[in-house]
């Protein structure tokens, strides 16, 4: 971190670090709009800004708050906000979380394998990884990992895919406005849909646009985006194995 660099400014430069060293993970970050914000716990995305806490980034070094970027950039980039439908947001959340975190686990491994520095150290908590990390879910889509969390209780015996309402309801129900700021006043520059109370890990994502025009108009701009990268990453030697296997790129 720079002495006297904003926030927003750190944001930028990772982000540019990130278009050097990881041509994949960068140049689907230049898609994301920044917007600082205390309306949201620690990150956030809807596929066309990036929500972030200046009080949690604070708390990341420049490795982890690489690795941070990464995540939240993957969620669009698997087109997570547009194919989480009906699903109940935060399990949908966990289940996307898992296949991100195994992704981008998955890459660090193989960059041991040649014996290269880790490029995406975990945020730690406890001495432990403060992410969602279970390699029984690698080879498996976000629909199937949500599937097998609905039928698989916590802790507490209760099913997590049951309690709380999707963004499409709480849009019906007149619940979507924007979550409040520091000062308990609505913040215009929030995220809309359900708040970051529960976040799920370091960043979520929010659903896509309720309005069908714009919601696959986005869908669509990613669905480049990720061919555009995988292209760029490809020609540089840098394209994640798990896009090579699915054919991205090629």
């Known amino acids: ?139 498996m889509s976000f629909e199937q990992v949500y599937s097998e969390l609905q039928n698989k209780p916590d802790q507490n015996g209760q099913n997590p895919g049951q309690p709380g309402q999707n963004w499409q309801e709480q849009q019906q129900n007149g619940q979507s406005g924007q979550q409040p700021g520091q000062d308990g006043q609505p913040d215009p520059n929030g995220p809309p849909g359900p708040g970051q109370g529960d976040s799920v890990g370091p960043g979520d994502f929010v659903a896509a646009p309720a309005d069908p025009a714009e919601a696959q108009a986005q869908e669509a701009k990613w669905k480049v985006a990720l061919k555009q990268a995988a292209m760029m990453a490809k020609a540089q030697g840098r394209l994640p194995a798990d896009m090579a296997r699915k054919g991205v790129g090629s």
């Open 1 to 139: 971190m720079l002495i006297h660099e904003t926030p927003i400014a750190r944001l930028k430069r990772a982000r540019i670090n990130l278009l050097m060293d990881e041509p994949f993970f960068g140049s689907l970050m230049m898609q994301l709009t920044p917007v600082e914000t205390r309306s949201v716990k620690r990150f956030c995305t809807n596929g066309d800004k990036l929500w972030f806490n200046p009080d949690y980034m604070a708390t990341l070094d420049d490795g982890q708050l690489r690795t941070i970027c990464a995540h939240e950039v993957l969620h669009p980039g698997l087109l997570h906000p547009f194919r989480q439908g009906d699903r109940e947001h935060r399990l949908a959340n966990i289940a996307a979380d898992y296949v991100v975190n195994n992704f981008l686990d998955n890459y660090n491994i193989a960059a041991a394998s040649r014996n290269e520095p880790t490029p995406f150290p975990w945020p730690m908590k406890d001495g432990q990884p403060d992410v969602l990390l279970d390699h029984t879910y690698d080879d």
